[in-house]
């Protein structure tokens, strides 16, 4: 079963890898796969670039740290297979660059492949440490899956504004059937290109707890739930901070998070001229978000803040999207807070509380002053947790008859955040998609039979998902 279950993602990776390389090398020699074979030390590779992953002369011993090294050192995109278990990074660091101690540096592009999002954990182990776990450079691609990133602390980077204790990333990341749990400052921090698709991004501390997209960045969320991170000090963004880039998301959650000032589920604003921000909202469920949990009256925008401070206007796009139940504070002075500031609306969104909020553009198919009546977040299949709606509730077959859109250019969302099918009709006699993330009264397709030399797809960029939008 433990086979099986490692097997499968190696699998879809190396495809998913196969294209990467095309893309990213056009001679590339030969690469190397490095399976991690040791959890019990955290320990430096004693020759990089000899092809060995091994921690002393011919000990065979391959730490996550040394199978990075040895990856960096060899040219080209090898691959780090990395079983299941808990692997804890123990060197402190000296924010060095070459993976020495603190952060795993990762210099040159590469396979990165647990055997679980809950099997193979990676541990920051930031009380000894005191470092973050991953920082992706500029330049470099990595395909990370099947594994949590977990209990990482910020470290200060030259040039980086934003913080991020799990994983830095200013090259091109794709982050796939993976969690980031628990890490101080928040768990990811894109100025490069970043996809994640199949994520659990919770349980983080700190300050500036959100998952961040900053610098010009470019982020993708597909799938993904965002939940119970919780801002400490004088931060906004509790779920996602939106500063500086483009930040589209789809069939996503985002629930029970805080931000001490604006925004508990979503903060979007501009600080600088020359990287607009624009924020993308398709099928996305945003509750019971707090602002202002510091309770100290500043603080607006409980689901989603829309900031113009900077007086750069963010373009914020929201359609078949939930926002409700969202709050300022909870104990002094609660408040219904939805959102706050200007959002762009592609209709069939149900906002329950308007107050505070400017829903400009296409309103219809939108309902107001109503609970969607989902059920709490839960197993309800598919790899992430998800809110589904319940047999009463206003989203069922509410979503736009023409379809749940996932961009703005024609394409459909053709699963929901379960990767089960979506237009499926809930009771209203239509084949009709739900708002928000989660289809009611869908159930999982059977899985297609994996081809063993899949036949490369034209129009391919360098990530490939599991396809659920389709032109
Ligand atoms: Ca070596
Ligand atoms: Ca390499
Ligand atoms: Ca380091
Ligand atoms: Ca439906």
Redesign the pocket.
Known sequence: MMKLKFVLPLLLTLVAACFAITRFTNAAPAALTLTVNTSLADAVDINPGNGICETAPGNNACTLRAAVMEANASPGMDTIVIPAGTYYLTIPSTAENYALDGDLDVTDSVIIVGAGAAETIIDGNRDVTNGRVFDIFSGVYVHMSHLTVRNGIHEATAGISGTSGGILNRGSLTLEYARLLSNQEGGLLNSGVAELNAVTYANHTGGFVALTNTGGGTLTIRNSTINNNNSSGFSNGGGVDASNGTITIMNSTIVNNQATLHGGGIYITQSVANYPTAVYLYNVTVMDNIADSDQNDTGVGGGIAVSTFYGHIPTVYMHNSIVANNRLRFFTNPVNSDCAGTITSGGYNLVKTLSGCDLTGVTTGNLTNMDPLLSNLLDNGGPTRTRLPGSLSPV??A?NPAGCAGDNVGGMLTTDQREYPR????GSGV????MGAA???SAPTEPPTPTPSPTPVPTLTHHIFLPTIQR
Do not use: F, L, M
């Open positions: 069922i077959d979503g237009h499926v009709d809930g084949a009709r998609c739900d289809e009611y009264n």
